[in-house]
């Protein structure tokens, strides 16, 4: 599967984002769609994932309550939404889709075998 993120720029702290991934095939209950991010120096870090069949959703510590992961099935889709951006949340936003990962290691960036080009993501102060 290809992946294909968009919708990345630069937004004031405090203010809003969304960024989407589109794949070529059809991901619901074929993959399992996330997003992770990269700041410079940083190892990639676990953003957000919709689990399986999109039943439930995970969000990492440091943007919990701030960012939703959303899905457009019919459009082979998923979008994060960020809203109360900070400049800390400045980074290279990426799309990842697995196969095989397990619950006890979705937030490893190597459980995922399916990556988008990423978009980058700039927060001023």
């Known amino acids: 599967v290809q992946l294909v993120e968009s919708g990345g720029g630069l937004v004031q702290a405090g203010g809003s984002l969304r960024v989407s991934c589109t794949a070529s095939e059809r991901t619901l209950g074929r993959f399992v769609m996330g997003w992770f991010r990269q700041r410079p120096g940083k190892e990639r870090e676990f953003v957000a994932v919709?689990?399986?069949?999109?039943?439930?959703?995970y969000y990492g510590d440091s943007v919990k309550g701030r960012f939703t992961i959303d899905r457009d099935s019919a459009k082979n889709s998923v979008y994060l939404q960020m809203n109360s951006l900070k400049e800390e949340d400045t980074a290279v936003y990426y799309c990842?889709?697995?196969?095989?990962?397990?619950?006890?290691?979705?937030?490893?960036?190597?459980?995922?075998?399916?990556w988008g080009q990423g978009t980058q993501v700039t927060v001023s102060s």
């Open positions: 919709f689990w399986w069949n999109g039943g439930r959703s």
């Open positions: 990842a889709a697995s196969t095989s990962v397990i619950m006890s290691t979705m937030t490893r960036a190597a459980s995922y075998n399916y």
